[in-house]
């Protein structure tokens, strides 16, 4: 007989149940169920009639949508195995979807309450849309009617618009990374946008569907990304009733991905009103002002007038003319007064006999003390000339007739 210990029974028998049930999924209501200090998750699940051990690592409980309750069912991924120490053999999870519509709806309030704690659905924090949009990043599915709508609504509004499409799996299981790294990358090229004075926004869009088909817009990875963006965000998810974690933690909200092209896009027509409001009003402002203007021109004009250089040279021009023609005729006047008082001074002379006039004095010519005329002398004649007062004793020098 061959036998075995107990040790080397419960290694085979792991080893058969590694083999056997290393990738299963089972369907099972959580039953009792501790949190561990180490940050492992004991639970069990069970049916009506039997129930197994469950045990899901730190590593995993990362990964968990929903908070774990007893009551809950749910669809574990995992593998069972068997705890040698003790033969117990139990399944090790890897993951942990709830159930159905109830337990999907109950995963979604677990995680609004956890993503409201940590101010994810702040109104505050909320970004204001740009007056004016240059470029839209947008995310969805490159097939399908959305895209096409998008651009025909887009187009309409305001075809200025430059619509860069980022092709998004928006519905499965690689949708949600997928969704989270195109978001990174539409906010970095957003970003750069900026340094060039381009504005830009990220839209993420797609159709209407079940909870399970926009289950991906449900995601933490997919709301931190958002909640991350420096970049203004708009949310296009589903129809109107379709409400997602998405719509909560982006920038805007639009009800379908049409009316996002109404809320993120100027209304062309609108503007060209606007525009013309615009110009009618600068019109008569400016009308306003240059007439202002030109009565202040006009004020200035005759103000400068009165100080006008050259109307003061005329003025001056005028003031000399009228001081040479007073001074002409001053000299005119002056200079015919001398001129009477020397005629009448030569005819009084002309009237004098020389004979007839007194002298006060009289001078002699004396030669060796006689009296002679001045043409009787000669060179080197020694001479006097005499007064009643005195004497001037002289020698002649020179003679010339005259």
């Known amino acids: 007989m061959n036998q075995l210990t107990v040790s080397q029974a419960n290694h085979q028998i792991k080893g058969l149940l590694d083999t056997t049930f290393s990738d299963i999924y089972i369907k099972g209501e959580i039953g009792n ?103 839209m990043y947008l995310l969805t599915s490159n097939s399908g009617a959305v895209i096409e709508d998008m651009k025909k609504v887009a187009y309409h509004r305001w075809p200025l618009v430059k619509i860069v499409l980022i092709p998004t799996i928006v519905q499965g299981k690689q949708a949600k990374d997928t969704i989270v790294e195109n978001i990174i990358l539409a906010d970095k090229l957003s970003t750069q946008d900026l340094s060039n004075d381009i504005t ?15 289950w991906c817009f449900n995601e ?19 129809h109107e009733t379709d409400w997602t974690i998405c719509d909560m933690v982006c920038d805007k909200r639009a009800s379908t991905p049409s009316s996002a092209m109404e809320i993120v896009l100027n209304d062309q027509n609108e503007y060209m009103l606007y525009f013309d409001d615009i110009t009618n009003s600068l019109n008569y402002h400016l009308k306003s002002k240059l007439q202002t203007s030109q009565h202040s021109l006009n004020h200035i004009k005759e103000l400068l007038s009165s100080f006008s250089i050259k109307e003061k040279i005329e003025t001056n021009q005028q003031n000399i003319k009228v001081i040479i023609q007073t001074l002409n005729q001053t000299l005119y006047h002056t200079i015919f007064i001398k001129q009477n008082e020397i005629k009448n001074i030569l005819e009084s002379l002309t009237n004098i006999n020389p004979r007839d006039k007194k002298f006060d ?25 005499q007064s009643n007062k005195l004497q001037v004793f002289s020698k002649v020098s020179k003679i010339k007739k005259i």
């Open 220 to 238: 933490e990875d997919v709301a931190k990304a958002i909640y991350m963006c420096q970049t203004v965000t708009i949310s296009a998810i589903g």
């Open 33 to 135: 169920l501790t949190v561990a200090s180490s940050g492992h998750i004991y639970f069990s699940i069970k049916d009506d009639k039997s129930s197994l051990s469950c045990v899901m690592f730190r590593g995993n409980t990362n990964k968990l949508k929903f908070k774990l309750e007893v009551g809950l069912t749910i669809i574990i991924y995992g593998s069972v195995t068997v705890y040698v120490p003790r033969g117990a053999y139990q399944l090790i999870c890897k993951s942990i979807e709830p159930d159905g519509i109830g337990g999907l709806n109950l995963a979604l309030e677990q995680l609004k309450t956890k993503l409201q704690s940590m101010g994810y659905f702040d109104t505050k924090k909320k970004k204001q849309i740009p007056k004016f949009v240059d470029k």
């Open 361 to 385: 004095d009289v001078i002699k010519l004396v030669k060796n003390e006689q009296t002679i005329s001045i043409d009787k002398l000669k060179i080197y004649d020694d001479i006097v000339l």
């Open 200 to 214: 830009s926004v990220i839209v993420l869009a797609r159709g209407g569907g079940s909870l399970e088909d926009l």
